[in-house]
Every structure is written in C-alpha cells, then in structure tokens.
C-alpha cells in the first residue's frame, strides 16, 4: 500500500500520501520437471551454476537498512530527532526512514493487503465498471494503462486507488474538471467486495496520522537550519490542510500471466522515477503462492535507491515497519534540508509467485 501526501498530488496530491505495498496474485498449480545426466555432467552443470550465481551476488547492488525510529519517540512532539532526521532525510541520506512498532500496524497491513488478489480476481466486467477514464485512472481500478521506462504499457500490475481520508474531496466542478486526477470522488466495489472500503481506509487514516508526526519533527529539523516555517506553511501543516491525499493498493500479477519480457531489469515492477508529492508512506509487500503467505522468495527483489552520489542501493525495512520517502515539493520548500531520491522497484524471479 503507498499513501502520498504533500503537495502535489501523490497517496498523489497537490498535497499527497502514497499508500501502499502491494500483495501478489494466487498462482496456479506448479509444473515440476526432471531430467536425468550422467554424474560428470551433473557435477560440471553445478559448478557453472554456483560460478553464475556467484557472479550475480557480486555484481548486486549493496543492502542498506533504512534509518528507523520508533513510534514512542516520533509520538512525542519535542522530542529531539534532527539526527535521525537528517541521517535518514537530509542531503546526505536515502530520501527515506521507517517508523517501528506502530500500533495496530501490523494487523491494518495484512488486512488490506490480503484483498488486493481479490480485487485483481474479481470479473473483468466488474473491474471495468470500476474504472475511472476520466481521472487518467487515478481513482478506481487501473491495469495496462500506465507506461513502462521503454514506453510500453505496464502489464505487470494492477492498482485501485482511492482518498483515504475523504470520497469527495471537493464539489467544486471547475476544481473536479481542473485536476481530475486529484478531486473526482472515490469508486469502490461495494457489492462485490465491501470490505476493501474500510481496510483501505483504515490503512490509510493511520499511514496519514503517522505521517503528520514525521511531518512535524521535520519542520523541526528544518526550522533549526534557519529556514524557517518554509517561508510559508510547514510541511505538518501542508499535510494536514490538503482535501486530496491519494492511497495506491497494488497487486503485482505471476509472471506467467504477463505479456512483458524485461523481467531482470532493476526497475522491472516500477521504473526509475522520484516523487513528486510532499510524503510517500509506503508498507513492505506480500508475497503468495498457490494462495499461501510465504517469505520473499528472491532476496534481489524489492525498493532500490539511487543516492546523492550516483551509488545505487537496495534498501530493505521489516514488515511491520512503516516506510516514509521524501517528495520533489518538500526538497524545494525546504531549500534542499530534506532531499528526495530516485527509486525502483525490481520484481522477484519466482515465475508463480
């Protein structure tokens, strides 16, 4: 789930949350095959696989742990957190930190995530009236309509986005016709699927609530830097005053089930890209197989992050840890202070997963 908020519309906004992880779809049953080879061929086949496998493990990206704080601190409004803070936000961090023990958390995630294979289940014709063509399929379900890095369109997942926080954000018909990505109301599937409106906002209200506490040790952070309120609102009060946070469930399909080739790509699930709202919240991701919860089954999969120095990295957080990446609009109206990162996503290798 990925909840953008900020200025810009992200969750997407003109002042956007991003909601977020995604739960990947049931697989069908597995085809297995065997082979037999002499015992000298086996023994060579072996080692050239170990040499290959050693060569890609060499040739990965290194791992970063995600600066991370906990809940009992970000929870304290003048608690000092400007290191950590800075170590994870500032010009020369990853763009992202994570928050620990977040109450309720885990239960909320696995709730929401568990319905993104149903809702990518559910009968075309149901999906399709669950479309929103006039909000560039920003609201509602959307799948095959966003294009790839080499242009093509984008098979591989499929999202429903809703506002977490409000189903209509405005009745203002210039602002609806203006900015109809961010200010057309919500669609939901209430008769085939119910129980997704309050799993998703329930997910959603929280990522938001924990994100104004970040929102409010960064304007701390910031303001000690001379800044200054941002010569205008802060970055809490951004937040809080937007009508247009957006939340993003996805569900990435089987690789069987995709026309798309360029699976060994870095950016294979998402391209390289950086946001441009205030605040992305982001939760890790769920992975089943033949409908079962099982651990990540490619330890190259995941979020990768270009840093300030050009270095690419893989940066990983636990499952029951809240993820907050800084946007394009929060590095400009903090003079640079608090940065955002280009970031992908790789998709794992397990074809049914």
């Known amino acids: 789930m990925v909840l953008e908020v900020g200025t810009a519309v992200g969750i997407r906004t003109t002042s956007t949350w991003a909601a977020g992880p995604a739960a990947r779809r049931r697989s069908r049953g597995q085809v297995v095959s065997f082979a037999l080879a002499p015992a000298s061929s086996r023994r060579v086949r072996h080692r050239c696989r170990a040499m290959q496998q050693h060569e890609e493990e060499q040739e990965r990206p290194p791992t970063v742990r995600a600066v991370t704080i906990p809940f009992a601190d970000l929870r304290v409004p003048d608690r000092d957190l400007g290191d950590k803070i800075e170590e994870g936000l500032g010009p020369h961090g990853l763009g992202i930190v994570t928050i620990a023990d977040v109450p309720e958390f885990p239960e909320l995630r696995k709730r929401l995530l568990r319905l993104a294979p149903r809702i990518a289940n559910l009968p075309e014709e149901v999906k399709k009236q669950l479309e929103d063509p006039d909000s560039r399929y920003n609201f509602g379900w959307s799948h095959g309509k966003e294009k790839l890095e080499s242009g093509k369109l984008d098979t591989f997942k499929g999202s429903f986005y809703a506002n977490p926080v409000l189903d209509v954000p405005t009745t203002d018909d210039v602002l609806v016709s203006r900015y109809p990505s961010y200010c057309r109301p919500n669609i939901w599937p209430n008769d085939n699927l119910p129980e997704l409106e309050i799993a998703f906002k329930d997910l959603g209200k929280l990522m938001m609530e924990v994100g104004l506490m970040l929102a409010h040790h960064c304007d701390r952070y910031v303001m000690r830097q001379g800044v200054g309120s941002y010569d205008g609102d802060s970055l809490e009060q951004t937040i809080a005053r937007s009508r247009c946070h957006k939340g993003r469930l996805l569900y990435y399909f089987p690789r069987q089930f995709s026309k798309q080739t360029d699976f060994d790509s870095v950016s294979s699930w998402c391209g390289w890209h950086t946001d441009h709202g205030s605040l992305t919240g982001l939760t890790c991701g769920l992975f089943t197989k033949n409908s079962m919860e099982v651990p990540c089954p490619d330890s190259a999969a995941g979020l990768y992050i270009r840093t300030r ?26 003079r640079g202070y608090l940065c955002a990162t280009p970031h992908c996503v790789q998709q794992r290798k397990c074809f049914k997963c």
């Open 309 to 334: 120095d050009n270095q690419v990295v893989k940066v990983v957080f636990d499952e029951d840890q809240l993820a907050y990446q800084i946007g394009e609009t929060t590095e400009i109206l903090s």
